[in-house]
């Protein structure tokens, strides 16, 4: 028996002595390192970051047999175009940048942004071919109008063709149009969430076909006049009446939906984001104003615009740089071909995307329309990519001239805890940067005012526009000293009444954006600005975290501001440090607006996010 138990244990010993021998080798083996910068939708959980572990761990190797490392790093497709650009052009990483272990220093390989046509604006801001527009996708996802199922339904989907007319058509008749299947809750107009183009690949994929639309054009023939015709401007500033207000980031559209249905009824949005919301994958503002989980699985489902959809395909794209060697162009085309086959293309569609072009897989029809899609691609098509870059140049300059105006007046706390770890200086930094996005795009109206408050409320600016005030604001930012109290209510109020009294067109966008750190320590209550009720609607008088309410702050919905004002006022809330977010939840409640909470180091980064709202 005892010579029966040598072979065993001889082989257990050679093969322990074969991997210690390939660990060793593979340990002193030359590594060919690759930088993946993709956006957020394929960085999902499950997706490239876990393809990424499974391919290393299979140890690939380059044609030459070099072993390949794949990093991959998420990255807004905005982002990505910034910084690279700047990187191509020797300056260096961008002050966005995309982040690598917290570290800017790794410049990519590979680059993934949502749609092709961020290529071609790669491309054109470096003055030079930095990436291939043809470069092969890795999965595809179909830009779509998500609504609620009864709000389809009552539209005639699935069997009618609905598109961006039938949503005019309902701005100018309201819900009424439909009495016989609308319900009551769903107020008179429809509400329309759009992410702002600015800060968005799919606002601005969205602004791109709506030009196309009304220039009866397909975006590889529209010229910069097509763009100035007063018809096509006077179609594409229509559909921003729809908008009730602007969304900087999907974390905001997410919140709008979690909302429900009496704050936003249609969102401009791709298939696989519709697909993680049904799944619970996707984050919205919680009660403690913080990202949590979305609290539920909304019925929602897709309408492919009968004038034409949008593919974001995903593509990924080898960058032709000085710091790109031959070597890892090789390794790139293992790791995306590797993206490409048949296991990771599963993987992709299990989160709802569509198999990349070229593979020859399709997908499962059933989940498809379980999801609320079409298993079938649209039969008319937008495509961005084939847009010329002077003309995507126009389109974003006068993005400005065509969206929903804006009053807006930033309601800021100096009371003295805004010294806490500089606060107050990170707040002025944020502001700065509100003020030079807001104001890049040609023809922008939109007005900004400017409140400071501590023992008492101070006016320091009432909404202007930012043409004529930009450096007097700026100014006034500057100069802002933190110390005293926090009268909180009495600047919300304050802030409140000059929105609602600055000049404007009846279906300008007032809102007031408060910046607070601190809980109301003197002046008026919360109830004596907005009504609250809780779950069983009785009225609940709260004024703050000072008071105790006779019923958890989590059960109290603000529902209507109570202080006199003419135009529907939004109150946003960003609360830090020792800010009572439960006011900013009620307040946002009771006006259709967002709240968030802000550690003290991504105050200034939070704020910025503000201007994608303006």
Request: hydrophobic share 40%; net charge negative; proline share 6%.
């Amino acid at each position: 028996m005892k010579r029966l138990l040598i072979v065993p244990i001889v082989i257990v010993g050679a093969l322990a002595s074969s991997l210690l021998v390939r660990h060793v080798v593979e340990a002193h083996q030359e590594t060919v390192v690759i930088v993946h910068w993709s956006n957020s939708h394929p960085m999902r959980d499950g997706l490239m970051p876990d393809m990424a572990e499974a391919f290393n761990r299979q140890h690939h190797k380059t044609p030459s047999g070099k072993l390949i490392k794949v990093v991959v790093v998420k990255c807004d497709s905005f982002v990505q175009t910034d910084d690279l650009v700047s990187r191509i052009k020797g300056a260096g990483p961008a002050d966005n940048h995309c982040e690598t272990n917290s570290s800017p220093a790794d410049s990519p390989t590979i680059v993934t942004p949502q749609s092709r046509d961020e290529l071609v604006n790669i491309n054109h801001r470096a003055g030079r071919t930095v990436v291939d527009t043809a470069s092969p996708d890795i999965a595809q996802t179909w830009l779509g109008i998500v609504t609620y199922r009864d709000m389809a339904t009552c539209l005639g989907w699935p069997d009618d063709p609905l598109g961006y007319g039938d949503i005019l058509d309902l701005r100018e008749n309201g819900w009424g149009s439909h009495s016989d299947c609308a319900s009551a809750a769903w107020g008179s107009r429809p509400l329309l969430a759009f992410t702002n183009p600015s800060r968005s690949t799919s606002g601005r994929n969205v602004l791109v076909s709506l030009y196309s639309i009304a220039a009866d054009k397909k975006p590889a023939g529209l010229t910069v006049a097509d763009i100035d015709r007063p018809a096509v401007k006077e179609y594409v500033t229509e559909f921003q009446r729809l908008v009730d207000h602007y969304m900087p980031t999907t974390l905001a559209l997410n919140t709008k939906i979690e909302q429900g249905e009496s704050v936003g009824q249609f969102f401009a949005m791709p298939e696989d984001s519709l697909v993680s919301l049904n799944l619970g994958n996707e984050q919205a503002i919680g009660l403690d104003g913080t990202p949590q989980p979305v609290s539920g699985s909304p019925d929602l489902v897709m309408i492919y615009p009968k004038e034409g959809s949008v593919l974001n395909d995903n593509p990924a794209a080898v960058v032709s740089a000085g710091w790109v060697t031959p070597e890892q162009t090789a390794a790139a085309d293992v790791w995306i071909n590797y993206l490409r086959s048949d296991d990771q293309q599963k993987m992709f569609g299990s989160a709802g995307f569509r198999p990349a072009s070229g593979t020859g897989l399709s997908v499962d029809a059933k989940q498809f329309t379980d999801w609320g899609l079409d298993p079938q691609p649209p039969a008319v098509t937008i495509k961005p990519g084939d847009l010329s870059p002077d003309v995507l140049d126009r389109i974003l300059s006068q993005w400005g001239a065509v969206k929903k105006p804006t009053i807006v007046t930033f309601v800021v706390d100096v009371s003295g805890s805004m010294l806490t770890n500089n606060r107050i200086g990170q707040v002025k930094d944020g502001l700065f940067h509100v003020l030079d996005t807001v104001a890049t795009n040609d023809g922008n109206t939109d007005r900004v005012g400017l409140v400071t408050f501590s023992d008492g409320v101070a006016v320091k600016m009432r909404p202007q526009t930012l043409a004529d005030s930009k450096l007097e604001i700026a100014d006034l930012i500057r100069s802002m000293e933190a110390k005293g109290n926090t009268a909180l209510f009495d600047a919300i109020a304050t802030g409140i009444a000059i929105s609602d009294e600055a000049p404007g067109s009846e279906d300008t966008t007032r809102a007031v954006v408060v910046l607070s750190d601190g809980q109301a320590n003197t002046g008026r209550c919360l109830s004596e600005i907005v009504r609250m009720k809780s779950t069983d609607e009785r009225d609940v008088p709260y004024c703050g975290k000072i008071d105790s309410p006779s019923v958890e702050i989590a059960d109290i919905k603000g529902t209507e501001l109570t202080v006199a004002h003419v135009h529907d006022v939004q109150v946003f809330f960003v609360g830090f440090g020792d800010s009572d977010i439960a006011v900013g939840r009620i307040l946002a409640d009771a006006t259709g607006a967002e709240y968030r909470e802000s550690t003290d180091e991504e105050l200034a980064a939070v704020i910025e996010q503000l201007s994608g709202y303006v």
